[in-house]
């Protein structure tokens, strides 16, 4: 079976699951002032722990675009998304309007968004025991 599991940036996957080609992340953005940092592969978190130590402000972060997430939906199979909680972000509901979005032109396909009512690990262990389902066998 075909599948894919998307987490956002926040998602704490282990190496073996980010090199996994079933597993995406779609990357939240970290703001220091005025400057934008994508959370993504090409992340420095030494550099960005350092320009956060020398700023005043406090930062702040953005929940991926919808589109960010439609765009993982282009796949030829099942997609699951789990996402950070949504009392902490907008994470979750911007991947339920990526969902909307993408099947007004695409209908039919099987997304399922997952509100992880948690963050990192818990996020993690959602996407393992979808995984698990998928490899089972077990219907969408």
């Known amino acids: 079976m075909t599948y894919r599991i998307i987490g956002d940036s926040c998602t704490d996957l282990p190496k073996s699951l980010r090199e996994d ?31 956060m130590n020398a700023s005043p402000k406090c930062p702040k972060s953005a929940c991926p675009s919808p589109d960010d997430y439609a765009k993982e939906f282009e796949f030829d199979g099942d997609v699951y998304v789990v996402t950070l909680s949504s009392a902490l972000s907008g994470s979750y509901n911007s991947a339920e309007l990526g969902k909307r979005l ?5 209908p039919g396909k099987n997304i399922g968004i997952i509100d992880s009512r948690s963050a990192s690990v818990g996020q993690t262990l959602l996407a393992l025991k979808l995984k698990e389902f998928v490899e089972q066998k077990l219907p969408f």
């Open 102 to 106: 993408y099947l007004e032109e695409n």
């Open 21 to 51: 080609p079933h597993f995406k992340l779609v990357p939240l953005t970290l703001m220091v002032e005025d400057q934008q940092i994508r959370d993504d592969e090409n992340f420095n978190l030494q550099q960005f722990l350092k320009q």
